[in-house]
Antibody, heavy 114, light 111 residues
């Protein structure tokens, strides 16, 4: 059973870069797409982007200028970097498998505050 | 404003059948598959329906999906208290170089 686990700082200062990692266990990261989605407090879901295990990416146009998603197949991990963060980037960040998100991590809360 | 439109709330009594609608356009629902997710309070979303009307293993057949034109629906029959959750629809959108779009979510209350 594939499981996903997000990790990273829970607090990020405004204008800095948010960095999160998703570790895939119980299966290989190869041959799949992997996504990041976020959910601001009390709000709905927003797709951030996805990466194929080979490294090709697709990002939400509204975040594209600030987002980088990368993959490390040797560690069975993929990562999210979001630059120049503001309070509006405060959210629960989820990693998931595929653009269809058939398996999700439990999510990690990131707060942007000084 | 979400690209896909869902009613903010829905409700029903135990045993009833309820439906949740999801409205889009030709660039998303009209030309791509629809997915539905269930988010129980305080938990991560869970895939409920994929490719318009397919259920992942383990999802009860009380849940069903359908699509017609640029709209889709999720139906829940034999409503149970444990179905109280937020439900989101999603689809690929061909505009703006392609992106996944979600509905704003529907909070289902079991009365």
């Amino acid at each position: 059973q594939v499981q996903l686990q997000e990790s990273g700082p829970g607090l990020v200062k405004p204008s800095e870069t948010l960095s999160l990692t998703c570790t895939v266990s119980g299966g290989s990261i190869s041959s799949y797409y992997w996504s990041w989605i976020r959910q601001p407090p009390g709000k709905g879901l927003e797709w951030i982007g996805y990466i194929y295990y080979s490294g090709s990416t697709n990002y939400n146009p509204s975040l594209k200028s600030r987002v980088t998603i990368s993959v490390d197949t040797s560690k069975n991990q993929f990562s999210l970097k979001l630059s120049s963060v503001t309070a509006a980037d405060t959210a629960v960040y989820y990693c998931a498998r595929g653009p269809t998100q058939d398996v999700w991590g439990k999510g990690t809360t990131v707060t942007v505050s000084s | 404003q979400s690209v896909l439109t869902q009613p903010p709330s829905a409700s029903g009594t135990p045993g009833q059948r309820v439906t949740i609608s999801c409205s889009g356009s030709s660039s998303n629902i009209g030309s791509n598959y629809v997915y539905w997710y269930q988010q129980l309070p305080g938990t991560a979303p869970k895939l409920l329906i994929y490719r318009n009307n397919q259920r992942p293993s383990g999802v009860p057949d009380r849940f069903s999906g359908s699509k017609s034109g640029t709209s889709a629906s999720l139906a829940i029959s034999g409503l149970r208290s444990e179905d109280e959750a937020d439900y989101y629809c999603a689809a690929w959108d061909d505009s703006l170089s392609g992106r996944v779009v979600f509905g704003g979510g529907t909070k289902l209350t079991v009365l």
